[in-house]
């Protein structure tokens, strides 16, 4: 059974970076036609789809966060993470990492953006 597990700071100052990182387990990132996805839901809003990556690296962002957005991967760790520039409190979310066909979600992690 794959499993999905965020990790990262709770709490980022305004103006700086957003790092966060999925360690996956039973199941590879490299496995073929999958894909990994990172998605935030603010207080009171719905799910936002911030970006993927695929098994074979390609990666692909949301139009509106494509600028402050970057994923990658590390595959010795079964590893992908997100890291999201110049974070304003509007960034503040539970910040979610899922396989890309949205089956398998790991439990959330809440950021808050604030000085």
């Known amino acids: 059974q794959v499993q999905l597990q965020e990790s990262g700071p709770g709490l980022v100052k305004p103006s700086q970076m957003l790092s966060l990182t999925c360690t996956v387990s039973?199941?590879?990132?490299?496995?073929?036609?999958?894909?990994w996805s990172w998605i935030r839901q603010p207080p009171g809003k719905g799910l936002e789809w911030m970006g993927a990556?695929?098994?074979?690296?390609?990666?692909y962002y949301s139009p509106s966060l494509k600028s402050r957005t970057s994923i990658s991967r590390d595959t010795s760790k079964n590893q992908f993470s997100l890291q999201l520039s110049s974070v304003t409190p509007e960034d503040t979310a539970l910040y979610y990492c899922?396989?890309?066909?949205?089956?398998?979600w790991g439990q959330g992690t809440l950021v808050r953006v604030s000085s």
């Open positions: 899922t396989t890309g066909s949205l089956d398998l």
């Open positions: 990556i695929a098994y074979d690296g390609s990666t």
């Open positions: 039973g199941g590879s990132i490299t496995t073929s036609n999958y894909a």
